[in-house]
Structures are given as structure tokens and as C-alpha cells.
């Protein structure tokens, strides 16, 4: 596609709930990346994959957050038993290649009740 | 250890005035990039600079990578300039993209 897009664009889910988030990068990009921001902060990294494989998942809060890419395309976040502190913007992003410049989808934004 | 940091962390400028935003950043950063967040959320990519000097309209980026340093200049500013300016790095062997903390611009009519 034209742009990294992002679905659900809002999701609002009961505490204790599974949610998952899909991520549909620029076509023929390498890395994907997913982030998390609070309001008035800077996105914080959680994983990164290249191709299909997940290289990085040292900013995954806890072993409630997975995520996976088994195509090396369109990549899921999914947060397992969601607590109110998980509510946020997720962010996903993807680059042509390694380290290259990364762009950003619109975002997931998450509300925990 | 790794590290991206910004300053100022808030700049207000009346329309019309030029500013420059400054982005430290230590060894193991690399491929430096800008990002403006705007009011609604959106996050625009600006410049991917790992080095050298690269101009857009009103603005433009150096990146002096011995020095570890890059700089956002923004001319003739206007009031759709306001938002959160990042910049981010690429973290050594990791390969992840680090964020200072933003710069918070607001531009006054």
C-alpha cells in the first residue's frame, strides 16, 4: 500500500480482555517496527522483525505482549489480559531496509476500561 | 550507553521567526532521523540525515556524525509548525530506532 496502515485505528476493550493489533507495512519493506506513546511522550520501542524474523523484543513490558510476523508482512501485536496501564498509542513503522528510514502508520490507540 | 537527547524542550516563537533545534546523541547512535508530531498525533517524517546537510521548503537538517550532533532549522516559522519535533537513532548493534524526549514548539499568530 501507499502507507503503513494500522487497524483498529480506536479500540476500547474491558480490562482482563485479549486485543490484538494489526499492523499492513509499505509494501516490500524489510523491518517492521511496533511502538508504544503516552500521552506527551516520546514513542518508547517495544520489538522489531526483520523479515519474519522478531530480532528485538527487549521492549515488550511483559510476556502478556507478543508479537509475530509469519510472513515477513503484515505483523500482529497482541496483549493478552489487558490492564488499565496498557492503554496508550501503539505505533507501528517499517523501512525498505535495515536501519533505513522508517515510517510510521497512524497509530492503534488503546483504551483499557 | 545509548543515548538521544534534545534541546530545548520547549521553544514558543512568534510567526515569522527562525529557530534551531539541537539532537545529542551518543557513539553507538547512528542514522539519525526528524520527526514532527503534530497536534492530531501524526507522526511526519522530516529527514533521514545520518550526515551531511539536507534542505526542505523552510527547513533543513545538518548531521555532523564526528561530532554527535544533528540540527533542525526552521525558517519563517508558521503556526502549523507547532507540535513535537523528535529525532531518533539507530541504537548500535540493536538496530532499534531510539527517541530523545521532543522538542515542544509552539508558533503565536
Known amino acids: 500500500g501507499a502507507g503503513v496502515s494500522q487497524s483498529p485505528r480506536y479500540k476500547v476493550t474491558k480490562r482482563g480482555q485479549d486485543v490484538a493489533l494489526r499492523c499492513d507495512p509499505i509494501?516490500?519493506?524489510?523491518?517492521l517496527y511496533w511502538y508504544r506513546q503516552a500521552l506527551g511522550q516520546g514513542p518508547e520501542f517495544l520489538t522489531y522483525?526483520?523479515?519474519?524474523?522478531?530480532?528485538?523484543k527487549s521492549g515488550l513490558p511483559n510476556d502478556r505482549f507478543s508479537a509475530e510476523r509469519p510472513e515477513g508482512s503484515i505483523s500482529t501485536l497482541t496483549i493478552q489480559r489487558t490492564e488499565q496501564r496498557d492503554s496508550a498509542m501503539y505505533r507501528c513503522?517499517?523501512?525498505?531496509?535495515?536501519?533505513?528510514?522508517?515510517?510510521f502508520g497512524e497509530g492503534s490507540r488503546l483504551t483499557v476500561l | 550507553g545509548i543515548q538521544v537527547e534534545q534541546s530545548p524542550p520547549d521553544l514558543i516563537l512568534q510567526e515569522g521567526a527562525n529557530s534551531t533545534l539541537r539532537c545529542n546523541f551518543s557513539d553507538s547512535v547512528n542514522n539519525l532521523q526528524w520527526f514532527h508530531q503534530n497536534p492530531w498525533g501524526q507522526l511526519i517524517n522530516l529527514f533521514y540525515?545520518?550526515?551531511g546537510t539536507k534542505q526542505n521548503g523552510r527547513l533543513s537538517a545538518t548531521t555532523v556524525a564526528t561530532e554527535r550532533y544533528s540540527l533542525l532549522y526552521i525558517s519563517s516559522s508558521q503556526t502549523t509548525d507547532s507540535g513535537v519535533y523528535f529525532c531518533?537513532?539507530?541504537?548500535?548493534?540493536?538496530?532499534?530506532?531510539?527517541f530523545g524526549k521532543g522538542t515542544k514548539l509552539s508558533v503565536k499568530p
Open positions: 522483525f526483520n523479515y519474519e524474523a522478531q530480532q528485538d
Open positions: 540525515i545520518p550526515s
Open positions: 509494501s516490500g519493506h524489510v523491518s
Open positions: 531518533a537513532g539507530y541504537g548500535g548493534s540493536q538496530g532499534n530506532l531510539i
Open positions: 513503522a517499517s523501512s525498505l531496509a535495515i536501519t533505513g528510514e522508517l515510517f
